[in-house]
């Protein structure tokens, strides 16, 4: 599953379709989940489009780091620890 969908879709689409397929679900998911978590006041002041093209990045580097682990479950709790922190930083202060 890691090498399809990691690499040989985009090497079959190739980068830039592969880049329009991503953006059209991936982002819209993450545009639509930072724009509630805003409306919630559950993120912090920003924009939520962006945070979205943001996190895309994190997800996108995350999944990258865990598929080219020598110890894929060792990765997965690592990254996953720091993907958490990050995503905590995101939280609105009350």
Do not use: C, N
């Not at 993120?43 to 962006?50: A, S, V």
């Amino acid at each position: 599953m890691q090498r399809i969908v990691l690499v040989e879709a985009p090497a079959v689409f190739g980068w830039q379709r592969w880049r329009e397929i991503d953006s059209q679900y991936a982002l819209g998911l993450l545009k639509s989940a930072m724009t509630g978590a805003r409306d919630e006041g559950l993120l912090i002041d920003g924009d939520p489009d962006t945070l979205a093209h943001l996190m895309l990045g994190v997800v996108s580097e995350a999944s990258q780091v865990i598929a080219g682990a020598d110890d894929v479950a060792a990765a997965r709790l690592e990254v996953g620890k720091d993907v958490d922190r990050l995503v905590d930083s995101l939280r609105a202060t009350s």
